[in-house]
């Protein structure tokens, strides 16, 4: 899940949980609205994790030296 995946999934919760106030039968708009931010708090650090891996300088890297001799 990308960073700007996460952050939809942040606002889009926190609309559901603080901004409407529609009652639907049978679902909890508030509950959704917690369990999307979760997720994209969670795919937030997913991504940040990811990343930091991805560009974090190797460090196992093997240099070969060759020597020649002279005649």
Sequence with gaps: ????TSIFLIALGAILTFAVDVTVSGLDLAAVGIILMIAGVIGVIVSLIWIDRATAPRTDRTVVEERRERI
């Design 1 to 4: 899940m990308a960073t700007g």
